[in-house]
């Protein structure tokens, strides 16, 4: 609250972001700012940055992305090239990041940078921000195959940051890394880009009164029109148990994130455990868009034109967008590492 | 209710962890099924249990039980799960002790409940008459008799049956197979005549028996609850025993999964411990998403009963299918990580396996209750 | 007929690939997609097509065509799917040549096929009315008029529709929506008055197109078959149909497999090539029995059709729901094994996952044919 | 035929297995035999070998059994520890073997020794074949889980087995060890122990007549009785869709092996291919033995009795006897990492 900030626990700020799911509010712009650079420079920053920074995450009037994965790196994020030399009171810059989300409409960018390139690879690396607006910064939007370019590359040459701006210790910057790695996966276990719950269809007045008692699946009002019902149930019936399974996979993947929150002791961060809420979240994300693909048949084929629907046309894209969930913010194959050596300490 | 347990079901957790694994580890089963044990447990043993408060966990003090809830007997039943230790919770509290408590008259619940709740009553509750769990298809016959009914047809997979003080028969007064109306629960004296009783040997080695009635008389007070709507009862039981089961399935699911990743960090091939092999990891660490959330639903389902909330039916569901999938999916996965030793009768992870089946296909399977959960969502 | 290839097959094969490899490599549809091709594909191609002999594969020597069998069709549909050449062998040869092939009158036959044969003609079968596969819901009436008929009604997702010079569309001339009698065919020149097409963009950039038919006169020798017996021609159609699509499935399977492989032996990530990770190992091996498995079915499926056998719809069903599921898998764990790369544009697996859904979900689904497959079983 | 066989080739073989698995004949017992140690000798064996053991091999006058696993080698088989020592023309034996097929009911054993102690774990290992009422042999049955005992455990101590039944070069063991495993798989690919069709019930004529055209699924036939049906499906949707993707691999994968088997040039043994057979039969058998307990419900869960019928005891017994499938004859994670080495040539 010191620093502008609204004070919320962790629980209550993932409540905060169901309830704006639930109203179907996009989630702010500011998630960058607001779910993973703020606790980090909260945790790691100085009274300088806080003062700095914060105010300005806070109230939104700076957009942040996240300078970490470079071409060729992929999930090795460790063995990043971008380089950063100080000059003076400055570093100078060069290298290249990628999947860098919204870069061409952001404002600041926080980095990680190599400041020791003979060192081991991991001590070696510092956290640093700047101004994407500083001379030297080319940001080019990658296409995606569901079409969108929510994504950039960004090109660095010879960008000059100012030094106050490198947070915790110089080659300190891979424990913060990591640090804001588990913020992210926790962000993202909340909610992945790809679902796109349909509004659910007006109701009669006793329709509605009948939906508060019984609950309803999203996903299956969505299927009724296009597979019809027999009997009240679904017609195409192995597509109706696949329904049924995401809907309990979602009741205890969302009571399951309900007693971790409860367990956390309050102000305790995200745990390794968040792994699981991330790699849990991002595959049953790709179940929901494929079983969304086979509820609608050709009519989910569509790309564009008004042969088809806006839901139908953005239930295809979400499905091809989807498919990256299991690959952004850490891949399946990475969470399931990190469990199996932080939460099961099995052996290398 | 929050999901995380409070001081007192913490310790109450750490108390049955104690007794289970003194009292009752999983050789305390291998040596009643060696032995071919007539009752298929101590009797002694049940009655600490009874002496610790556990049996009388759901029971008012007025008939001696601990008057706690269903989030207690839930972390009772886990420890349980954990040394698959075969004592009668499920037919004498969850089924036959709870229908009484649900159903009984006054004196009905004071003639049977105390003795319940000290561990010297047996119940059994005697309602299916086909392996695949449906509820309603139900044909056993009550012919209203002179003061009194005759009761005639034959039930299945009666759980302790053979070693029952009380049976609770589930008949038809009125309608057919598979209609809800027309069910009525009956209190019937296992010696009575036109009753036989034989018990079966089952996978698991607990203890279930085939009941046929052959014209049994029952006078009018041996009606459990109100006559016709029996099936109200029967549902309520069912999702609370359903739950319990899985609750069960979750300690069966932690220690088995434990023992797994044990084993995959000490047994070595080829020069290395095998939990070195990323294809395990990977599928131990998948395990591990399902274990957490198979716990979640289980507690929240817990809860649910003791909240008396209205999703019960379905959160019933939810857990009961989630486990079922969960145990079978875990105790599969341990024993092949377990490798030849596993197939071994000597090796304890078989009698988990089996165990875990009969739980899986008690009360409704995964494809029972997710069908159910999907009518209950509305679709 | 042996499920291995025969000499003369495997040099169709290879020929096949060198074509596909070298005139419509991926490239070709990509350029297809960014310069919105009108037609949808290069008519010349579709000439050279024709004059290697594969348009008119099936067709008998007296309409131009090579009088062999879908064993060879397969061999290249299968090559076609590994470029993902968008030709229309589905729209002009499985459906609406077969459909005058199998239904059509002498002169019918004589008045198209051979520019089928030569390329020249494109067909088109408009038959379904909804985005899922029901093959009997046909709405669309064709009401007896002055010497023919009058067809009014709606039709989707008509493959190649707006480049067809001939359309084949399935109306009702008696019973009702989802009867199996009643259906008749019709011969509709695209131009007839109270026609309308309309063009529709396809995820996979495939044609398609959206037909109108708003009181079309044709003249009763447009029938084409016999009056409201059009089932039966349709359901030999689309069981062809679908081995035709899971033999294009085929191709794509085994080029995404074969990319992703040769990804993994490549790809470094913490200093290794990522094929060195056992997980991964075991999910490509895994890979491997699906590809072997689905190969297998489609060979035996397409060689059913050319002996007409008796279990040739409980094939199809088999082919078309192993295919669907097996592109699927091997697609989306392709992407996934290509990291983010595989989520540009600029990266081919995309498009190959793009299509596998589309043939995934034309002509019936995995589950549409594993409920029909059982149905066929006899469950 | 030389040797008093049949001569028939691998496939013909297959397909006779195939023909007796479809009269309900039971396997023949010189199974190991016929199917391993034959070929293995034909292949590997001296004139003397073949002419002392291949009579009797195809006379079924001896049964053979297999010693290759240890107790603790598992899967790591050439980490085998018995020893066997020259001690003029016979080697003296010690140690023993695990997992040894029906040795209770064998009469020889082919059997891997370490004959090179200091050699590579691989280049020490001999293949040799003695009789098991040798002295100093004993055997003990295993009890399964499935309450069957169809392996043993064998002990050596001091057992005398002479020199010339020494088969292929001394130390040259493991060569011949791996070819046999493939023909193992070979074999295994060909059935699994566990898997129990029960005989389809009776029709009357007419329904006999309709079997002809329909084909049958005998594990929905098993399954009606118990499950039910509407309008002639079975009643449960989800099972009935696991018995139709069964059905659909059972179905692929017989097609699966014909093709191969129609490659495979004539003479050609069995290829690394087999792995797959193996691996991928091991895990349909077991998914197949889990359909038929889901379908049975409580029917399944009896152990002995007259309360359920012979037929439900052995589904049950066979279901825990299939977990057995994807360990034996080297698990499903061997037979995966041998496909990705040798079939997908993925590096090390």
């Known amino acids: ?348 | 209710m929050a999901l995380v347990l409070t001081e007192e079901q913490e310790l109450l957790k750490e108390t049955a962890a104690d007794f289970c694994r003194n009292n009752v580890p999983v050789t305390h089963l291998r040596q009643l099924r060696d032995s071919k044990d007539d009752v298929g447990f101590s009797r002694k043993i049940w009655k600490e249990m009874a002496e610790l408060g556990w049996v009388g966990i759901l029971f008012p003090e007025s008939v001696g039980g601990a008057e706690l809830g269903f989030a207690e007997l839930g972390v009772v039943l886990e420890e349980c799960g954990r040394t698959l230790a075969p004592y009668p919770f499920m037919s004498t509290v969850l089924l036959g002790g709870r229908a009484i408590l649900l159903a009984g008259s006054e004196s009905q619940q004071a003639a049977i409940l105390p003795g319940v709740c000290a561990g010297e009553t047996l119940l059994a509750l005697a309602f299916q008459e086909a392996g695949r769990f449906r509820p309603l298809d139900i044909e056993t016959k009550a012919e209203s008799a002179a003061n009194g009914y005759r009761l005639s047809g034959e039930k299945v997979f009666v759980l302790d049956g053979h070693v029952a003080d009380h049976l609770i028969v589930a008949a038809r007064t009125s309608g057919s197979s598979g209609d809800r109306g027309g069910i009525t629960l009956f209190l019937v004296d296992p010696s009575a005549e036109g009753l036989s009783i034989e018990r079966t040997d089952m996978v698991d080695n607990r203890n279930a028996a085939r009941v046929r009635l052959d014209a049994v008389s029952v006078d009018a007070s041996a009606v459990l609850g109100s006559v016709d709507s029996g099936a109200d009862i029967l549902e309520k039981l069912f999702d609370a025993a359903a739950i319990g089961l899985a609750a069960e399935m979750v300690g069966i699911v932690n220690e088995v999964f434990e023992r797994t990743v044990e084993y995959l960090k000490t047994r070595e091939q080829f020069g290395v411990v095998i939990g070195t092999f990323q294809a395990l990891k990977h599928r131990a660490a998948e395990m591990f998403c399902e274990v957490e959330l198979s716990q979640a639903v289980v507690l929240d389902a817990l809860r649910a009963i003791d909240e008396d909330r209205q999703d019960l039916p379905r959160l019933a569901s939810a857990a009961k299918a989630r486990l079922s999938d969960t145990a079978s999916l875990v105790t599969c996965e341990g024993l092949q990580m377990h490798g030849g030793i596993g197939m071994t009768d000597e090796e304890e992870i078989g009698l988990f396996l089996k165990r875990a089946k009969a739980a899986e296909l008690t009360l409704g399977d995964a494809s029972y209750h997710r069908d159910r959960f999907a009518r209950l969502t509305g679709f």
Chains 1, 4 share one sequence.
């Open chain 1, 1 to 348: 609250v010191a620093y502008g900030g609204g004070g919320l626990s962790g629980a209550e700020t993932r409540v905060l972001f169901q309830e704006m799911a639930a109203i179907d509010a996009r989630p702010p712009l500011m998630n960058m700012g607001t779910r993973m650079l703020g606790p980090t420079l909260l945790e790691f920053g100085n009274e300088a940055q806080k003062k700095e920074h914060l105010p300005k995450i806070t109230r939104g009037e700076v957009q942040w992305c996240q300078g970490y994965s470079e071409p060729g790196a992929g999930s090795d994020l460790a063995s990043l090239q971008t380089r950063a030399v100080l000059d003076g009171d400055h570093y100078i810059i060069n290298g290249s990041k990628i999947w860098t989300t919204n870069a061409h409409l952001s404002d600041w960018i926080f980095c990680l940078v190599r400041t020791a390139p003979d060192a081991a690879k991991h001590d070696g690396i510092s956290f640093i921000l700047f101004d994407l607006k500083s001379p030297g910064v080319t940001i080019s939007p990658i296409q995606l195959i569901s079409g969108q370019s929510d994504f950039c590359q960004v090109f660095f040459e010879d960008v000059r940051a100012h030094a106050r701006n490198l947070v915790g210790p110089l080659n300190g910057g891979w424990t913060i890394a990591k640090r804001l790695l588990q913020h992210e996966r926790a962000m993202l276990s909340g909610g992945m880009p790809g679902v796109i719950s349909r509004p659910p269809p007006k109701k009669k007045s006793k329709g509605a009164k009948k939906a508060v008692v019984q609950p309803r699946s999203a996903l299956a009002e969505q299927a009724r029109p296009y597979v019809g019902e027999v009997d009240g149930r679904l017609a195409d019936a192995a597509l109706r148990d696949r329904i049924a399974q995401h809907e309990l996979d979602s009741l205890c993947f969302g009571l399951s994130l309900k007693r971790s929150a409860e367990s956390a002791k309050s102000g305790q961060g995200p745990s390794a455990a968040t792994s699981m809420f991330k790699l849990y979240m991002s595959e049953m994300n790709k179940r929901r868009a494929e079983i969304t693909m086979s509820a609608m048949g050709a009519d989910g084929l569509g790309w564009s034109g008004e042969a088809f629907t806006a839901a139908e046309r953005a239930d295809t894209r979400g499905w091809l967008r989807s498919k990256g969930n299991s690959i952004e913010g850490g891949t399946s194959e990475v969470q399931r590492n990190i469990i199996a050596k932080r939460v099961l300490t099995l052996p290398d």
